[in-house]
């Protein structure tokens, strides 16, 4: 007999197949470097993804944000608090963990300089991972990434754009005309370059690097950027930086994922103790978002990102539901335990309750 604690089961919607949607994967941060280099080199990059091996294999492509260039040389930048240089041999291990791509948007790829910067570019290239949000100058920074992806379903594919932007300091590493960097996140220039990307793409994603760390609140300039940016044309908003999870909110045909919070981060914080994996399917009659709840804190050895199942997975999707509800969108839970956001609009008759009704 079934024990009712507040969830009922979603059991009649229609179902994404692998043969008919584009799935995309997404996680936040991966940052490994640091003080806990030689644990890290010691345990081996590449084991530090064995625990999500099997989820990030159900994917066509996956995508992270990569907080730290993958360097030897370059010159470190003094003035903030924490500095980044990752290992070469971390780009290999994004690539055998089926990372396809990174963003480069944020305030530490840069930590090195412009050379560590191109460094990076060419560990990644070398390792057969590709990048967006970052380049020699402002235009390539702001130069989308497009992947054609086919499925069995859909075997001429579907294009799929990919764009990043940071809105944290510091300023000098923002890209400009004449310098190389990241591409600063103004709305103006991302709402222009997402009304190009929908011209060139199917599918347009933008990965931002925003909002104050270590809150869990959303702030009132990220509603109002991600609104403008749907209605320029953006399908998806993949948030970071908070380094905790932040709400989801379905706005219009869109979805706005404010944190993903860490991935993969050599850094211990009882804070940033939990992160989802979001698992995109794209292309269905029904598009949703499936929710696979991280542990990030507590692997025995490491910084390796463990999926958390049964009531830990529950308590994980309860926190996400609670911080989206009031963003009108709510969290649903499958009787396999499985976690969903939709953002097609379903049916009304068919429509379950969600979690903690």
């Known amino acids: 007999m079934w024990r009712w604690v507040g969830v009922l089961w979603l059991m009649a919607w229609p179902w994404p197949t692998r043969a008919d949607p584009i799935i995309i994967q997404a996680v936040g941060d991966v940052m490994l470097a640091g003080p806990w280099t030689p644990q890290l080199r010691k345990l081996g990059y590449r084991r530090v993804f064995d625990g999500v091996a099997a989820e990030l294999a159900l994917g066509h492509l996956n995508v992270a944000n990569l907080e730290s260039p993958i360097a030897e040389g370059g010159v470190e930048f003094v003035d903030k608090r924490f500095r980044f240089r990752a290992e070469p041999a971390v780009a290999g291990a994004l690539r055998a963990a089926e990372f396809h791509l990174v963003n480069l948007a944020n305030n530490h790829t840069m930590d090195f300089g412009e050379r560590a910067l191109a460094e990076t570019l060419l560990n990644l290239r070398r390792a057969g991972v590709s990048w967006f949000g970052a380049g020699g100058d402002l235009?390539?920074?702001?130069?989308?990434?497009?992947?054609?992806?086919?499925?069995?379903?859909?075997?001429?594919?579907?294009?799929?754009?990919?764009?990043?932007?940071?809105?944290?300091?510091?300023?000098?590493?923002?890209?400009?005309?004449?310098?190389?960097?990241?591409?600063?996140?103004?709305?103006?220039?991302?709402?222009?370059?997402?009304?190009?990307?929908?011209?060139?793409?199917?599918?347009?994603?933008?990965?931002?690097?925003?909002?104050?760390?270590?809150?869990?609140?959303?702030?009132?300039?990220?509603?109002?950027?991600?609104?403008?940016?749907?209605?320029?044309?953006?399908?998806?908003?993949?948030?970071?930086?908070?380094?905790?999870?932040?709400?989801?909110?379905?706005?219009?045909?869109?979805?706005?994922?404010?944190?993903?919070?860490?991935?993969?981060?050599?850094?211990?914080?009882?804070?940033?103790?939990?992160?989802?994996?979001?698992?995109?399917?794209?292309?269905?009659?029904?598009?949703?978002?499936?929710?696979?709840?991280?542990?990030?804190?507590?692997?025995?050895?490491?910084?390796?990102?463990?999926?958390?199942?049964?009531?830990?997975?529950?308590?994980?999707?309860l926190r996400l539901h609670r911080l989206s509800e009031p963003l009108g969108t709510p969290v649903y839970q499958t009787r396999e335990g499985r976690y969903f956001v939709n953002f097609s609009q379903p049916p009304a008759a068919s429509a379950p309750q969600a979690l903690g009704r």
């Open 139 to 317: 235009a390539a920074a702001r130069k989308p990434m497009i992947f054609n992806i086919a499925t069995p379903g859909r075997p001429a594919g579907r294009r799929v754009a990919f764009l990043g932007y940071s809105s944290v300091l510091p300023a000098d590493f923002f890209a400009t005309p004449q310098r190389a960097g990241v591409a600063p996140a103004r709305p103006d220039r991302m709402v222009e370059d997402v009304r190009l990307a929908r011209r060139l793409a199917d599918v347009v994603i933008v990965s931002l690097h925003w909002g104050a760390e270590a809150q869990s609140e959303v702030q009132a300039f990220q509603r109002e950027w991600a609104h403008q940016l749907v209605d320029a044309g953006a399908d998806v908003i993949l948030g970071h930086h908070p380094h905790v999870l932040r709400g989801i909110e379905r706005y219009r045909h869109g979805l706005i994922v404010y944190s993903l919070g860490n991935f993969a981060f050599a850094s211990r914080s009882a804070i940033a103790d939990v992160s989802v994996l979001v698992r995109l399917y794209l292309d269905g009659p029904v598009r949703w978002a499936e929710l696979v709840p991280i542990d990030v804190l507590h692997a025995r050895v490491g910084f390796q990102p463990q999926v958390l199942r049964g009531r830990a997975g529950l308590a994980v999707a």
